[in-house]
């Protein structure tokens, strides 16, 4: 499908999303979102794609939601349509894992659609931040909840009331991203993560997201019970028998998703 404001492409098991509005620094207008829901929903039943990378330009991975868009929006538009309440049901409904790809600036909307992804691999240029609180609004996609657990209370409210930004050595001393690469390694090392991910058994990579994930919705013993299921599940897998007598045999794993 040709989309006005991504450019999409699968290579290797991997499909590689692109936010295409670069005169706006990828700010995140209703088309683009509709589109990237659309093309994560094609990538998730795609059985060709195994990873998907979401990735900006070297200046922005996304400046944000697009304040021009929004600017003349009224409480009665935005709350009777559910303004940006759906889209997000996108990622999370997306069992494959999701890579954010960061360089540049990583601001409100971006900074937010950049941590409902898996993790972060970001260029050594990146700048994340929830600058709202410039527009005289606040984060409404999950920004303070997120970056919250992600980070922290306290760096968290200095970002939410300053408006400040957060560079990429910062993000990764706080747990915010995964790695730090220079801006020339960013799609290297990120299609290298995406394709070594496309490799596993594909019923392991969802089982092992689905338990990092609960982690942030349930108490420790809960989550650690849902854990132990699901890595005895493992054990009704014909990867699990392929993975072990791989090892013990000195030799690379063939995974077939069984
Ligand atoms: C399918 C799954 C989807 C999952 C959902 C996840 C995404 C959901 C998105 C909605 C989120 C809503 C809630 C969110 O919390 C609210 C916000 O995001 S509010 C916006 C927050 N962002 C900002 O405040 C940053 C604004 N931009 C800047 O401060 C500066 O542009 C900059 C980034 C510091 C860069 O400065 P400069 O280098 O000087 O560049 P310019 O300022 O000249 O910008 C160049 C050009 O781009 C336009 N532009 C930049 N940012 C935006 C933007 N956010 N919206 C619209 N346009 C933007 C700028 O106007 C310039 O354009 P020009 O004037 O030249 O036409």
């Given at each position: 499908m040709a989309y006005q404001t991504l450019i999409v492409e699968i290579e290797d098991n991997v499909a590689l999303i692109r936010l295409n509005r670069?005169?706006?620094l990828n700010a995140l207008n209703s088309v683009l979102l509709g589109e990237l829901a659309d093309a994560l929903k094609s990538a998730d039943g795609n059985d060709k794609v195994r990873c998907v990378v979401i990735t900006g330009s070297e200046k922005a991975f996304a400046a944000g939601a697009d304040i021009k868009e929004m600017s003349s929006k009224t409480y009665v538009e935005m709350f009777g349509t559910n303004f940006f309440g759906t889209e997000p049901d996108s990622i999370?409904?997306?069992r494959k894992p999701i890579i954010a790809a960061v360089a540049g600036y990583a601001l409100g909307g971006g900074c937010e659609l950049a941590m409902?992804?898996?993790?972060?691999?970001c260029a050594d240029n990146a700048k994340f931040g929830q600058p709202e609180i410039n527009l005289?609004?606040?984060a409404g996609i999950g920004g303070?909840?997120?970056l919250t657990r992600f980070v922290g209370k306290s760096k968290a409210m200095d970002m939410h009331l300053t408006g400040r930004f957060m560079d990429a050595a910062e993000a990764e001393r706080s747990g915010l991203v995964s790695r730090v690469v220079p801006l020339a390694q960013?799609?290297?090392e990120a299609m290298a993560a995406a394709q070594k991910i496309a490799a596993k058994s594909q019923i392991s990579v969802m089982a092992?997201?689905?338990?990092v994930d609960r982690a942030y919705e349930t108490t420790?013993?809960?989550?650690?019970l849902f854990e132990r299921r699901l890595f005895h599940s493992m054990f009704a897998t014909e990867d699990q028998k392929e993975g072990m007598a791989a090892f013990l045999e000195k030799r690379e794993p063939q995974f077939r998703d069984k």
């Open positions: 670069p005169e706006a999370g409904r997306t409902m992804c898996d993790f972060i691999i005289g609004i606040i303070t909840q997120r960013l799609m290297p092992a997201k689905e338990c420790l013993n809960e989550g650690v």
